[in-house]
């Protein structure tokens, strides 16, 4: 079985082609950089006015360079979903000074950029280009998705969700959804698979959030996998997110914002997570997502940490372990999204 997995990250989309009969360390990896980095770069070498079409992705750098493009003077116009990469309120993006596409106006003299997180076309294009078969049975992507609902803001909705999903002790593996199980309001992977389906291929790809693909990922590690009670903890650019651990199944997990967060305080919180005593409170009011606990853990036998952040791991007294499943500290997410596609 030959299998794609695709981690969009904030600084960086990680991508693994994995064949079941060979080794997970001989598997093709790319790093490439996050699609809102080279899209917000195409503004920035635009001189006229925009017309953005496409789906909704991660928005990342895309709205402020919008901005700075309309502060010299251009015109920004969007179609409705795609101007859902802005704010998922149409009316607030509007706010902004954006326009909403209106089919009986002419745009030919705009400049056009097409959104989306995934591109699979460019991705075979690159790939033939190295004489690989672009062919796979399986296709698993992974994006980092709060979910939408009118009446919540997005960090209490997201933990409202992750709440919901961890009500009794679960396999990471679980938060993967395979078919007809994906909720409307993740827009994010509805908009991934929309994608996936717009270039051809049928079959549902398997999507996931990207902070549980990399703990997923992470119980895979040649450490991990020795041990019984620990912590996995994935610290990325803008969102922290931990997980207890025991008999395999998550028992506890908490997220918060990694700029809120220094060694004490990360320290504090894993030990507290580990024991049971930490309150979605106490994560909240910190300005984090927050908390939930189902049992504490027997001991920490050690955390393992992944994420372009994991650095901050070092400045805890924690004993601690930098996750590498299949060899690699970038492939943790991709690695997660395999083992979950191979369930």
């Not at 598997?27 to 079409?53: A, C, G, M, T, W």
Request: glycine share 8%; net charge negative.
């Amino acid at each position: 079985m030959r299998i794609l997995a695709i981690d969009v990250g904030t600084g960086t989309q990680d991508i693994m082609i994995y064949d079941t009969e060979k080794e997970l360390e001989n598997s093709i990896k790319l790093v490439l950089p996050s699609p809102h980095l080279f899209i917000s770069q195409q503004i920035r070498d635009i001189e006229n006015d925009i017309y953005f079409e496409g789906d909704i992705m991660g928005g990342g750098k895309i709205k402020n360079t919008i901005l700075e493009h309309m502060e010299k003077g251009y015109k920004v116009v969007m179609e409705p979903t795609c101007a859902k990469t802005i704010r998922d309120d149409i009316n607030q993006v509007k706010s902004f000074g954006i326009e909403i596409a209106d089919e009986n106006e002419d745009y030919e003299s705009y400049s056009k950029i097409k959104l989306g997180d995934i591109n699979l076309t460019k991705l075979s294009e690159f790939l033939l280009g190295y004489d690989l078969e672009f062919d796979f049975d399986k296709i698993a992507i992974a994006v980092q998705d709060h979910g939408y609902n009118e009446n919540m803001g997005d960090r209490d909705f997201r933990f409202e969700k992750i709440r919901e999903k961890v009500s009794e002790p679960i396999s990471p593996l679980e938060f993967g959804f395979r078919g007809d199980d994906l909720p409307e309001y993740f827009t994010r992977m509805q908009s991934v698979r929309r994608q996936v389906a717009s270039e051809g291929i049928e079959e549902l790809p398997l999507v996931m959030d990207t902070k549980f693909a990399s703990i997923a990922g992470m119980c895979f590690d040649e450490v991990a996998k020795e041990l019984n009670s620990y912590i996995v903890i994935d610290i990325g650019n803008g969102h922290t997110t931990a997980a207890s651990i025991e008999d395999g199944k998550i028992q506890g997990v908490f997220e918060h914002h990694t700029s809120s967060l220094t060694g004490e305080s990360l320290e504090r919180y894993l030990k507290r997570l580990a024991s049971g005593e930490i309150t979605h409170e106490e994560v909240y009011n910190d300005h984090g997502h927050g908390a939930h606990v189902l049992n504490p853990i027997s001991e920490i036998q050690k955390v393992i940490v992944s994420g372009p952040k994991r650095e901050l791991i070092e400045k805890t007294n924690l004993d601690w372990h930098h996750a590498a499943p299949g060899g690699d500290v970038m492939m943790t997410g991709t690695v997660g999204l395999i083992k979950t596609i191979l369930g």
